[in-house]
């Protein structure tokens, strides 16, 4: 039993082949997301995202972000939530460009209200397509970082 992998090995193959996971359990908010992964890899080892690493993946955060509420879904709430989740305090300036042009490329769809304005995916195929492989070269190349770290 010692050669068999353990839950979270498994889960993490199941991710990167595209496997995904069963779909059961209730949905939840992307501060559960994280810690859930936080607790699993790092146990109780202190963890915190960069700035420029949120800035380089911000499409991608942006498209799970928009994804994962139900309403609220604004510039302003995903700033929020950038900076809640993610320790990141973004601009409009970076944040509001990546949101218009999601929706010139058809990914997200944008809704006019009297105030603001929300966001939902328009097209959550292409959207779960981008994150997906987005995430297989951050798992593949953390990997890499892993298994050359002794020729350092």
Do not use: W
């Amino acid at each position: 039993e010692a050669d068999e992998p353990s839950t979270d090995l498994q889960r993490l193959r199941a991710e990167i082949s595209g496997g995904g996971s069963d779909g059961a359990g209730p949905v939840q908010s992307a501060d559960e997301n994280l810690d859930a992964v936080l607790e699993a890899f790092l146990g109780e080892e202190s963890f915190g995202f960069t700035e420029e690493t949120v800035k380089g993946d911000l499409g991608e955060i942006l498209l799970t972000l928009v994804a994962g509420r139900s309403s609220e879904t604004n510039g302003k709430r995903l700033m929020e939530d950038l900076s809640r989740v993610f320790g990141a305090d973004l601009s409009p300036g970076t944040v509001y460009p990546k949101l218009h042009d999601f929706e010139e490329a058809g990914l997200l769809e944008r809704h006019d209200l009297v105030r603001t304005k929300e966001y939902q995916l328009e097209d959550p195929d292409a959207c779960r397509e981008r994150v997906s492989e987005e995430m297989r070269q951050h798992l593949v190349l953390g990997l890499f970082y892993r298994r050359m770290l002794d020729e350092l």
